[in-house]
């Protein structure tokens, strides 16, 4: 279970700023909706891959944290339009 902490904490840091940047959308419902789905995928994926407990450099850490921070406000950004899309049709 040692293995897991670091995804845990890089995969909560980055849903942590995605967050902080999406925060003017905190009061849709969609959204907490979108966070709890992606926490939940980040949750499984975490139980399921085998993690090394051995040093990895932040160098080769932070491009992976990196799109998966982009990833997950690409999703926000594809549920936001299709809920604005809808609500202005």
Partial sequence: MMASARPVLCNV???????????????????WIT????????STLILLIPW???????????????ADLYAVL??????ERIVERKRSV
């Fill in 13 to 31: 840091a980055m849903l942590g700023i995605a967050i902080a940047i999406k925060w003017k959308l905190r009061r849709r419902l969609w959204f």
């Fill in 74 to 79: 690409a999703v926000i950004a594809f549920v």
């Fill in 52 to 66: 090394t407990t051995k040093w990895i450099p932040a160098l080769v850490v932070i491009p992976f944290a990196m």
């Fill in 35 to 42: 966070v709890i789905v992606l926490v939940a995928i980040h």
